[in-house]
């Protein structure tokens, strides 16, 4: 998959570990104060494993094994090791807080220490990840121990989502996304992303719970707004999304992203004529609003459509029944067959000004035109424009117009 970049600012100033200074009473500790000076980190734990086990709630052990294992970490690569090493430095720390709140301050101080250490070489392995997929685990191992040092810190679960994501594991990325909004995240691609993972993974409920939530922070975004449909009718929720839009457009008339939203909506439930009001609507507000006027010139040629299975209906039926049928009874069903025909060459005939008007700004805006030609090429024909059927038969697709 394509790499996301990673932008990673570190703001640190000011944090100084302080090493437990003064004299324990305690000659496993203040050996093994000598030895983190002198860099003999599986010494100095060995001091200290024997302080505690001569006394479980030594405040001045836990604190310095918390030390100790903070620096001794910063030369492990290996994320394993790392992590298990990582996760009894956090349990000495919160022991040592549980025992003495009063080294709260001072443990809180050396977390946002380690936090920064793990962030660190979470973001150095990510970069390593462009030469070395492997890496992108690693990162993502290391963004997650920096929210098991700091939970409540949004970005460390995010960082850890894209790690994961170009590892290759797109499915595991879900649960640091949560957790990230759980945390305060508010950023419109994460709220994207994670929808995208549900959608993937066929969790369409959860995607649209996501995209209402991330409409609701972002009310403007219209690619929010398209993606939310499309979640809506994966879930089977054309209802619920109807609900929705109505309100909104109720809430905010002026809003043209809820007008073609709803008026989309009534498309596909084939409320016709309540679509294309809103479409309109949605044009009005903003006359170059392509996407609008294609789906009012689609809203037309599905009414025109709707009609002619009409016709096809009465078709049948007079053919199959005819030797049966009286005159009047088939002076009437040919009266509304004319009456169909003609109702349903209206509506094609309808279709052709916005379908124009869309083809024109998606030649402006450089977007694929093809569908748009499609539906003009069949609006044309239907209305017998033959002339201007062919002119956009190139556009559409249909190099051959002759038939052959």
């Known amino acids: 998959m394509t790499r996301i970049p990673l932008l990673i600012c570190l703001l640190i100033g000011g944090l100084i ?42 405040v001045d052990a836990l604190e310095l094994k918390g030390q100790v294992i903070a620096e001794m970490i910063l030369g492990i690569r290996d994320v394993d090791e790392h992590t298990e090493l990582l996760i009894e430095m956090l349990d000495s720390y919160d022991r040592a807080v549980l025992l003495d709140p009063t080294l709260d301050e001072s443990i809180t101080q050396a977390r946002r220490i380690a936090y920064s250490n793990e962030f660190t070489m979470g973001a150095q392995a990510f970069n390593r990840g462009k ?25 460390a679960y995010v960082n850890q989502a894209y790690s994961l994501m170009n590892a290759g594991e797109s499915a595991a990325a879900a649960k640091p996304l949560e957790k990230a909004i759980e945390k305060g995240d508010n950023e419109r ?13 066929e969790k369409y409920d959860d995607a649209v719970s996501t995209l209402e939530d991330a409409a609701k922070l972002y009310p403007d975004d219209a690619d929010i707004g398209t993606e939310l449909l499309n979640a809506y ?74 009609v002619n299975e009409q016709l096809t209906a009465i078709d049948d039926e007079f ?15 040919n009266q509304q067959m004319n009456n169909l025909a003609d109702q349903r060459r209206e509506y094609f005939a309808l279709s052709i000004e916005p379908l124009e008007q869309a083809r024109e700004l998606f030649t402006q805006e450089g977007e694929d035109a093809t569908g748009v030609c499609g539906a003009l090429y069949q609006a044309y024909g239907q209305t017998n424009d033959i002339e201007a059927a062919e002119a956009v038969s190139s556009c559409a697709g249909f190099d051959d117009t002759s038939g052959n």
């Open 131 to 155: 030469s070395d997929e492997a890496e992108f685990k690693n990162s993502a191992e290391f963004f997650k121990n920096a929210a098991r040092i700091m939970p409540d810190s949004s970005g």
């Open 17 to 58: 570990l302080i090493g437990a200074d003064g004299c324990s009473s305690d000659p496993n500790v203040e050996g093994a104060k000598l030895d983190l000076k002198n860099k003999d980190y599986d010494r100095a734990l060995s001091n200290l494993e024997t302080a505690l086990v001569n006394n479980p709630d030594n």
């Open 189 to 201: 691609d994460t709220y994207v992303l994670l929808a995208g993972i549900y959608r993937s993974s």
């Open 319 to 333: 053919r199959a029944n005819s030797d049966s049928l009286s005159q009047a009874q088939k002076d009437s069903m």
């Open 233 to 306: 009718q994966l879930a089977g929720q054309t209802d619920r999304a109807l609900e929705v839009y109505s309100q909104a457009v109720e809430t905010s008339p002026d809003n043209k992203l809820f007008r073609y939203n709803y008026g989309s909506l009534l498309v596909v439930a084939e409320r016709y004529e309540e679509a294309i009001a809103q479409l309109k609507a949605a044009i009005a507000i903003d006359p170059v609003y392509s996407n609008a006027q294609y789906n009012l010139g689609a809203a037309y040629i599905n009414m025109a459509v709707k």
